[in-house]
């Protein structure tokens, strides 16, 4: 079974997918890693973000892993190294959407996911699982909540790890990752005809994984 989880940033997809995917006993993806990953790789290299041949280039060429740990974490493997934590710094948050927009990048980690998929009973989170990666999925999830909880899931994360960022810094980033993402012509954010809505303004992480699992068993 593949169940695709989408939603805009902030919105917590990525935590309860990763806690459905542990509960069911699937494999964990979480697709916004790995163009994180590859928005690293641009910026060690020195390649502009905007530089779209360069970045197809070196998405051709980069090897990105997942691997679910035991207690439910995800590594994220780039050319054979850990960056899992790398990956989450402010200087990647604030251009990975840029990159993210390029098609012909888009085509690579889109074959590397469905790749990925078609190993087994899977949870993927992202902005297109349910639209392009997988239109097909057994189940589709959208999962969103108001921009003002977002942005302050989002911060009370970000200083979590360490980061040192303002709420306005937060609601400034989440603005424009939510206009590259929605209006961008590759794969833009949207949900799916058949995807389950879930608004998690007023949720617990709990209940909106408990409001998944009713949807699956």
């Known amino acids: 079974m593949i169940i695709a989880v989408d939603g805009p940033s902030g919105a917590g997809k990525s935590t309860v997918a990763r806690i459905l995917a542990k509960k069911l006993g699937f494999l964990y993806i979480d697709t916004g890693a790995m163009y994180r990953a590859l928005t690293l790789k641009a ?18 060429g980069a090897r990105i892993d997942l691997h679910n740990n035991a207690d439910g974490s995800l590594s994220v493997v ?17 251009v990975v959407s840029d990159l993210a927009k390029i098609k012909e990048v888009r085509q690579v980690l889109v074959k590397l996911q469905r790749e990925l998929g078609a190993k087994g009973d899977c949870v993927l989170d992202g902005r297109d699982i349910g639209t392009v ?19 302050n899931r989002r911060f009370k994360e970000l200083r979590g790890l ?6 306005d810094d937060v609601a400034k980033d989440l603005a424009n990752r939510d206009k590259i993402d929605s209006t961008r012509k590759a794969s833009p954010l949207r949900k799916a005809e058949d995807a389950i809505y879930i608004d998690t303004t007023k949720l617990s992480i709990e209940q909106v994984v408990g409001k998944m699992m009713g949807h699956i068993s």
């Open 43 to 60: 910026l060690e290299n020195n390649v502009p973000i905007n530089d779209r041949l360069r970045i197809f280039k070196l998405a051709e």
């Open 78 to 94: 780039l050319d054979g190294r850990d960056v899992s934590l790398d990956i989450r710094k402010p200087k990647i948050t604030q």
């Open 133 to 151: 990666v997988f239109p097909d999925a057994q189940k589709k999830f959208f999962i969103d909540a108001s921009p003002e909880e977002r942005v």
């Open 162 to 167: 360490g980061q040192d960022v303002s709420e």
